[in-house]
């Protein structure tokens, strides 16, 4: 991307017109100090130099941008290296033009090769997306999605999702099966935010709204006492009990509250006799 000879603003003082577009190009390339670059400030301007060598044009080896990053090297002698650096670069502008010039068409070049290297790999991508034929998404998208394969539209989707509609009470949408599934997972969740209630102050410590740890349970080791005749439906069977372990799991936090609650009291009401903490009955 050559810039033409004569640029927008070469013939301005230094740094005059030239600080909206560097912070604009230095901001899309990720520079570190955009908005405290200034162009005046020679010892940023070098190292402005040195970070688009060593972070996004990368046209000479380390070895080679030694006199480059020798920000502290008299003015001549960094000049000169900068001057040899562009001429590298095969930069169109002479040595007449300013710096603040030349240094615009460095950040083009840098902007122009972070691009190409950006739409590389956009090509790159569609170019294994078409070897991948079937593949309406990535693998990262499908990563984790039960519905994965599933056909939305089918009549055995709908019967299953109304038919759980019904075992939660919930009413299911006239046309769309996804939506009553969504009412259902939603409804199901509520249920688990009320097993996980706050914790009382038995539990460890454990903060408010802090989720306990659940264990892990084989629903087909149990009948959680779910009647007969509501076996047949293996659905309902599985749901039925789901729902006892829930209304389980509600009591035993209820009685926690109750123990913790009964304890707060004792402390504030305790006679030495019956004080728990002394570890001893009596005086």
């Given at each position: ?198 914790t009382s102050p038995r539990d460890g410590g454990k903060k408010k709204g802090q989720k306990k740890s659940m264990q892990r349970v084989h629903l087909e080791d149990h009948t959680m006492n779910v009647a007969k005749q509501h076996r047949a439906d293996e659905g309902l069977y599985q749901a039925l009990k789901i729902l006892q372990l829930l209304k389980v799991q509600r009591l035993r936090d209820l009685q926690d509250t109750v123990n913790a609650t009964i304890e707060s ?19």
């Open positions: 991307m050559a810039l033409p000879r004569a640029l927008p603003g070469a013939g301005a003082s230094p740094g005059v017109g030239f600080d909206g577009v560097f912070r604009r190009r230095l901001s899309y390339l990720g520079y570190f100090d955009t908005n405290g670059f200034s162009a005046q400030d020679s010892k940023k301007f070098r190292s402005v130099v040195v970070w688009l060598e060593d972070q996004r044009i990368r046209h000479w080896s380390p070895e080679r941008r030694s006199n480059l990053r020798n920000l502290s090297a008299s003015r001549d002698d960094w000049d000169r290296a900068f001057e040899e650096y562009l001429t590298a670069l095969q930069c169109p502008l002479d040595l007449h033009t300013s710096k603040n010039t030349r240094l615009v068409w460095l950040l083009g070049r840098a902007v122009e090769l972070e691009f190409t290297e950006k739409l590389d790999q956009i090509e790159e991508a569609e170019r294994k997306q078409k070897q991948s034929p079937g593949k309406k998404e990535s693998n990262v998208d499908n990563a984790g999605d039960p519905l994965t394969g599933v056909d939305l539209g089918s009549t055995k989707f709908r019967e299953a999702v109304n038919q759980l509609a019904v075992t939660l009470k919930i009413i299911p949408h006239p046309s769309e099966p996804k939506i009553t599934l969504l009412a259902c997972c939603a409804y199901l969740n509520r249920l688990d935010d009320q097993v996980n209630v706050k009291v004792q402390k504030l009401t305790a006679d030495p006799k019956t004080d728990t903490r002394l570890g001893k009955v009596g005086r």
